[in-house]
């Protein structure tokens, strides 16, 4: 039987593998491919990004790129004045929807949208077999920064957050088939949007690449990664810094954090040199491994944000024990002090690292049942098959 023709439409270039999203993308397409389908990915591009392709022949069959849009204040202004929430203004590209329009017009039998924003590049009429995969409740995002914002800035978050609830809505409703990367974003997204049904798959990580280290005797070195220019991460460390730290170093004072993410804001890097804190900023780094191999401890402070975070499964499928918020492992399905410690204020978050700092056997327990788990049923060729399956029955039920 001759492979089916699935256009996967991503609105933003998923190389290098910075961000959570561009990860997950990538571990399924990679999974997908020489599957059931034959798989064409289009989306934006850089000048230099013909550097990258041989990570793009490992996620595709072929690819259909156009110029990436420029970042600036004129985009900004359009997305602030506009219907569309400002996220989504952003990967809105005139090129971009004729690159795509030309690739349906060839002929396809599964189309599959990268995220809510990625609706921007496509025609108003779709294929029967229509796939929004969604990574996040969008709106979900908005509304947690609105609850720990203050001032004017609590204003814009919620006029942001009403308007991605309408975008959302009218986003999802177009597709035959929508997918949420857990049970409690499935659910949330139907009860919200008064979907039908939304398919699920789980959230995955590479076995290989992230390859268990045992635990250290001695411990005094806590981790954290993820971008630095995103505004969940800077509030997550915001509360670490602030509220958290200072009660780790007054049990544990030689304590020392290690902060691995692009585009640190200099405000933060200032203020935590200038309060005296033995915190290390790694800036961009090719290969997040090295610095979280420097650590015995990995902290997920996120308060804001959506979907399900990938770092959780990358620290522990290295052997880093987990301490997070009750939202940084949403929708993981980990069990507190079994695979992770929980901390959802700032005693109790302080409380969990140093337990873990001074406790080697406790560190050891975690970290190997932590990767267990995820040996067992977090690999991506899983979450391919997953993903995969759910892009076949969108086409069966479509007549195809």
Known sequence: MS???LLFVSPRFLFPLNEGGKIRTAGILRAMKGGAFNITLLSPAPRDGG????????????????????????????????????????????????????????????????FPHGAVLLPERLPAASVM???????EILERHASVATGWRRVVWRR?????????????????SVI???ERDARALVARYGLGQVARIDTGVDLDYYRFQAPRVEAGTVVFSGALDSRSNIDGIEFLLRAVWPLVVSTRPSARMV????????????????????W??????????????????????????????????EAMAMGLPVVSTTLGVEGL???????????????????????????????????????????ARYGWDRIGAQFERICLDALEESGG
């Open 3 to 5: 492979r089916r023709h």
């Open 333 to 375: 399905g980990l069990q507190p002090g079994t695979q992770y410690l929980a901390g959802d204020d700032a005693a109790g978050f302080a409380a969990a690292i140093c337990a873990l700092l001074g406790d080697f056997e406790r560190r050891r327990q975690l970290a190997e049942t932590a990767r267990a788990l995820v040996e």
């Open 280 to 313: 290390h900023f790694t800036g961009t780094v090719d290969d997040i491994r090295p610095a979280m191999s420097e650590g015995d401890v990995a902290a997920i402070p996120l308060r804001v944000g959506s979907g399900t975070r990938l770092k959780a499964f």
């Open 259 to 278: 902060v691995v993410g692009r585009n640190p804001p200099a405000a933060l890097v200032a203020e935590a040199a200038s309060a005296g804190l033995n």
């Open 180 to 182: 949420a990367v857990s």
């Open 51 to 114: 550097r990258y392709a041989a990570e793009i022949a490992s996620v595709a069959d072929a690819f259909v790129s156009w110029p990436e849009p420029s970042a600036g204040w004129i985009r900004l202004a359009r997305g602030m004045m506009g219907a569309w929430p400002v996220s989504a203004a952003g990967d809105f590209s005139a090129a971009g929807r004729r690159a795509v329009a030309a690739a349906l017009a060839g002929g396809v039998d599964v189309l599959v949208a990268d």
């Open 133 to 139: 995969f969604t990574h996040n409740v969008e709106a």
């Open 160 to 176: 942001e957050a009403a308007r991605m609830r309408r975008f959302e809505a009218a986003t999802l409703r177009r597709f035959s």
